[in-house]
């Protein structure tokens, strides 16, 4: 996965998101980092995060300054481990949706990001849980991606 993180156009750092599309078999309109998994011919983990950005939202690898990375982070639903890198990017990116994946690319900054943080009460498969989620404008983040903003929020938070 990678966490593509700029500075928007008012100095505030953003952070970019995908909400999949609703037709999918997996993960059907969530909101997640750009990401996927390892192809043979991947060199590495963050190989793999630039190509699927790449091909997800047509982000330039050369355009990413991979800065670090997160906890890795599994998946409940699915028992994937999950491999987020952080990576700064430039600026002004114009997104090309992958058609058949993304349904549109979100920017919040992290300040709207924070302000959006709630424990809810979720329903999934039948099973009531309450878990830590941020809403978007009108998403709900929750999961793996939830797991991870919380991460580099805590992260940053750290570092001043």
């Known amino acids: ?27 059907a309109g969530e909101i997640s980092f750009p990401g996927g998994r390892q192809d043979p011919e991947d060199a590495d983990l963050v190989a793999t995060a630039l190509r699927e950005a790449q091909e997800e939202i047509g ?3 050369e355009s990413v300054d991979i800065v670090g990375a997160l906890q890795p982070t599994p998946t409940i639903a699915t028992g994937y481990a999950v491999y987020p890198f952080v990576g700064i990017i430039q600026p002004g ?3 090309r ?4 994946e993304v349904a549109e690319v979100l920017e919040p900054t992290l300040r709207e990001v924070r302000a959006g943080y709630a424990r809810r009460p979720m329903l999934r498969r039948g099973i009531p849980f309450r878990t830590d989620t941020y809403m978007v ?19 940053l938070d750290r570092a001043g």
Do not use: C, F, S
Not at 137 to 155: F, S
């Open 93 to 95: 990116q114009t997104w």
């Open 59 to 61: 982000l330039d690898p």
């Open 137 to 155: 404008g009108e998403h709900l983040v929750w999961g793996a991606t939830a797991r991870m903003l919380a991460d580099l929020l805590d992260r």
């Open 97 to 100: 949706p992958a058609e058949a």
């Open 1 to 27: 996965m990678l966490v593509g993180l700029y500075l928007d156009g008012d100095g505030e750092p953003a952070v970019v998101l995908t909400r999949r599309r609703d037709d999918l078999r997996r993960h």
